[in-house]
């Protein structure tokens, strides 16, 4: 597949959209009070830009994720750290430190953990049941 790092870009971008607007949901009980909307389009690009820099640090959006084991939770749980950090301290110095509730940075870390890790496990499952069979 000749763009198979942009789809695994592609497909995190999606999980980190995915966790921060589930984070909001859980926040607060699956209504999302209409200032907060704002909040959530304001603060996506800032958002994405820091967990993209979080991955990258940790080598996350490069290897063939077939192979995928134990060994990869603890990088995983790194870029996941190093982005919700780097988001946090963007979002305290740009808006202040009351802009986003406290309570989201770790239910988006928490969401975007279980679902880096479901993502993966899924497509190894994938590529050991229906992969291909030997001859």
Partial sequence: MRYRGMVKFL???AIFI???HLAYY???DYQIPRPYLSVIRDTIPVLLIAKALGFLSFGLFSGWWRYV???DILPITGGCT???ALFA???YLYWGPYHVPRSIYLLDWGNTLLLV???RFVIRSGREML???PR
């Fill in 11 to 13: 497909l995190h971008v």
């Fill in 18 to 20: 995915f966790a921060y």
């Fill in 89 to 91: 301290g963007a979002v």
């Fill in 82 to 84: 190093l982005g919700s």
């Fill in 69 to 71: 084991s134990i060994r």
């Fill in 26 to 28: 859980i926040r607060f």
């Fill in 131 to 133: 992969g291909r069979r």
């Fill in 117 to 119: 890790l479901a993502g």
